[in-house]
């Protein structure tokens, strides 16, 4: 790769994500709403607002690839969501067209399938049941991906992603976790495969709790290395279990399908 | 029923909604972005910009249904679906919620599906393939009815109409063709039946080329009365075939399928 | 047929079959717990528990069909379906084993698929979900006919009966509703067809708002010419709705599944 | 249609689409390796070892469409189904590729499914699996067509056909009967359909007993409006049941099923 | 785990996991019809009819699991499998809800799917085939628990065991082989996950041969660590193979597929 | 095994057979229509054209099993086809069926399949879709196959080999390599197996980019070894990548979906 741009640069998973991919690409252009200072070998960094197109067209200007972790990445009020999640991604996928970029990674969530119960086992052709405004925001930027898929050949990875964090931290993410090294495996995958397509790919590690199954996505290549049973004695001396009766149990989305519903102020 | 809201009042579908309705509920309470002057007996009528909250709010207090055709119903700018269509509909819903509406008539589009080929079957299940933004839209709000339904227990019929005219106009509609008759009478079997869910339902009468299969769906009870048969040697004689190169002939969406993209300025 | 066997003679379905199968067979030998003085021509009585073996196996001798209604037809104790329904069904199998009897038309039960939603569209493959203790008795006979048709050739129709009563009477039967008439057509139609098998049909008349598919069955070439349609205004004018919040409304058995145990004593 | 192709012109089937589709083409060109003496308007002939290439080449120049019922109809010997079916069915792909033709009618068989059980419903995604020789030799047909297809974009019906005869004179051909005038109907659907793509479609009427299930092919607008109830009664009473032990009850192929092989000689 | 029941303990497999579960509860409640002398730290034995309701409701007062191994575990007469288990699955699950156990570990088996082909691949969703009245019962058993579960909440894993011994003695247990230590991690798995729900499990280790597809249970997060090819060379050496005609062969159950039917005296 | 026939001995695919079987037969007929000089010990040479019926019934005379790799392995004209492998496989089988052999190895082609989207992941019942007229007589074998299992009872392996060379040396191959040594394995597993029927397997190493799930096959007790991720930065190195806009990049069939017609001449 020569120049690929990582939106939400300044987050958690963005964070993260620089510091795995360093090296990968001859150039990683950061960006985020929000300033990033400290820049290491190889990264160059624009601030850009997702919700303003024409700032949009102009980061995405002279990349090969882009790696789309920005807008929303919790629940919030739909006013919130509105521009970084709807319009923000409708602009990427749009800067995209106009510039002819050809394969975008998009940071999708499990809230997209929040709804389902825990004893269903999930794959790419399970229906979408989001579980906050979060979820559906992504379902839709999944649905804009697809659109631009079908109607101009731009390819996408709709990675549902679990839980990207240094490691388990609760009992549900024993089934949910992602180790940050699989997910910087699954760009690099994403971006070496032939043929892409538009492909709907859970993001967890080797879990043996799995919900997901991703044989589907098979021929992007992608085989996570890293297992939850590594912490599993830790998670379950540290998290206390939660009570039978809590309705968090049942569904695939945890507190995010229990959670009330954020009015807008 | 007795109070129930018609959004797109003004359109033509809810135009013919109107007269095909007349008497089924106490009170049909129009409403549009565009005035409607001349009201019929029961009818009453409130202006209201779907893309404001409070104003939607107003709108749907006292309603016990809610028949929701307002919104863009043709592609345009992204900017241009983002009020009546995404903020629209999130309000319709959210309104329901705090103003305890347990059941909504939402009017979803073929074109949530239109990049699925001619030869395929559709049912409930077949995954999204929007073929506009249009499509993305109403693929959308189909998302945001789930995740109302299984949050907050709000029933939605997901209609993705097809064509609903007087009668067949072109050669695709013989496939597509929803009879204005049939239509009305789907409106009353949703609000008629003891428990609806949140079901998809292909809004097409009874053509001998349906694409659509509504098996799944069967439980609400609706079996449409008209065909597009009726009309084949009239449609035949006056729509010019399409040249078998265009591509348009490969996909549901038709038009929609091939039509370029809509450029904010 | 010559001489075909109907346990379960003295109930409701029983009656009414014997009435609309006059002429059928030769010879018609009804059985029951509770005698039935009143015969018509090309009937017989035997009384019998079909709790007892031997008792089941001289009622057997000599026929060359069975219709078996018998056993306990409604929820209770599950000490009180042990006889009739647990040991009466594998007597009555064994029965044809020792006899050479090769087909039977058993009455299973809608309750053996009660606790499915109502939003759910069934067929023969769906799994059973038994809403009563005496729905798991009706799928034990369903699995004991499985058994005998795998290991001694033995054909069934599991025929899973909805509502056979004269005419709807509920509002869930506008679902369920078999007619008297297409439940004799069935029995005759499951007696001529060439080749049977082991095969789940759903017992109910062509309803509107059916939840059932039949179609795995269609080459035993059952077409119900009765629809609750014809009753729909009545029902609903004498039957009131229940409640929206009826757990009732959620489970196709309706109040079986919300029926509490049946303790034996 | 201006100039159709009809092969096994001078075969049963033949005779009876000469008589069902007088009118339709301007021109219907009859071939046949027997000679067919007595024209009506409307029809040339030309004999024509479908063996040959460059006959087969020429007999389809200037045709826009093909009806290929020829080659063998029955089973055989391996080598008497090598001329016409293997190499024949090629020829006339081969020569429609030449040529520029872009959709045929491709009259394979029921025999192609025969050894599925007369208990189970197939569909377009059935797998195949042939009861004979022949059997073969029509599956070989539809896998040309599908690479001609996928290749070259030629469009065709690959239909399956059952018993067509004027009417049903086995207990069989209750559940396989396709009457001429539903199979000439099939040939004009096939001809006016927008779109046809490479479709398996079942030969058969709308008989209750069907085995086979065509909504997967419903976008051609087919619906077969002839019964072989009409003739249950007669079928019933000329034709003796087999015997309960014999297999050939057990297959959809019938005899094709339990007939031996045919050696070569 | 506090106080776990462990019926049948007196069998071979109740002997085995009573070593293999040594020190995982605080104590081990053995039952058995038969008496049970020797008593480890941890373990306390009741003898126990499982015929009997209230003898079975004295037994699982105060346990918080249940570990159903008792009851008939091979094939017999009908009244022999009529008491342990009809009665007394019954029983284990009444008992259950009376008491407020919330979770079953049911021993189901094989047997329950039996009559399919040794070349099918089995999940969670194959029909039941029982091969036997025992494979009846243990499909009534696992109707039982669907009921329970669906009306009453309890949950239940039912494991559908292959050949629970030390190491695998024919060539079937090569494809059905259980180990030991397997079947009990099993049993731990089972109590530790979150949310159980009523879930089939094959019980098998991770042979080659396998027939049975765990992916719809894998939230359950069992990883079977043994596998039959450990010994493959012992077994093929041992053990004969059978002739290829005996149709012990083509069954998943073998010989309980192809033994003959035991008769009440 | 006592006698083993291997046509198709002097091709690259037998070579490496011959090599990797050593000592696996007490006799292993080596047949081609070219002459082998060289031969091993337990080897014997019987020159054969396949394409002629009595030949072929010598050459599998005494033959306990026959390993099917000849005839024509790449694209080629029609005629070129029609005796290795229609003939030939005809006479394959049918040279079986007479002598009594029960069991064949038959090399069937990923090419069958070849007009599948690299993103799709087939298996055992995935249709077929040939590429190539060699990919059609590859189909024509697998349904005689069929064929003469379903009424004779002869047990195949359809084996759709992927790439089978002693390493991957295109990008393709990183997804259909199929290792010398596991091929030779699945020889030896199709032959040991109790119980085959007709099944198809996908031959391919356990390769990260496959396309292919062998679940459905996992009976046969398969488990490739080899993976071709040992030789992908070797690969990536030597083999420069398609162009994006290349169409061969599309389908799982590679070069062959995309090369024009082999036109006889």
Request: proline share 3%; glycine share 10%; charged share 25%.
């Amino acid at each position: 790769m020569k120049r690929v741009l990582l939106t939400g640069a300044a987050g958690t998973l963005g964070k993260a994500m620089r510091k795995a991919l360093a090296g990968w690409a001859d150039e990683l252009v950061l960006s985020d709403i929000v300033p990033i200072e400290t820049l290491n070998k190889g990264e160059s960094f624009t601030a850009c607002d997702l919700g303003d197109l024409s700032s949009v067209i102009e980061l995405v200007r002279g990349c090969d690839g882009i790696i789309h972790l920005g807008g929303q990445s919790i629940e919030g009020t739909f006013d919130s969501i509105v521009n970084g999640n709807l319009k923000g991604t409708y602009h990427i996928y749009e800067a995209a067209r106009q510039l002819g970029v050809k394969r975008i990674f998009f940071a999708s969530s499990n809230h997209v399938v929040g709804f389902h119960s825990r004893e269903e086992r999930l794959d790419a052709n399970s229906p979408m049941r989001p579980d906050s405004l979060y979820g559906v925001s992504k379902g839709f930027g999944e649905l804009m991906a697809q659109y631009y898929f079908d109607k101009f050949g731009i390819e996408s990875a709709l990675v549902r992603i679990g839980s990207c964090l240094p490691k388990p931290i609760d009992r549900r993410m024993l089934s949910t976790w992602l180790s940050e090294g699989d997910m910087a495996d699954l760009i690099k995958k994403v971006y070496a495969v032939n043929r892409l397509g538009c492909t709907v790919i859970y993001g967890a590690s080797n879990n043996p709790w799995s919900w997901w199954d991703n044989r589907l996505s098979n021929f992007v290549g992608w085989q996570p290395k890293d297992s939850s049973e590594t912490f599993e004695d830790e998670v379950l001396k540290n998290d206390a279990p939660l009570d039978d009766e809590n309705p968090a149990l049942l569904f695939q989305g945890g507190f995010f399908a229990t959670a009330g519903h954020f009015e807008d102020e």
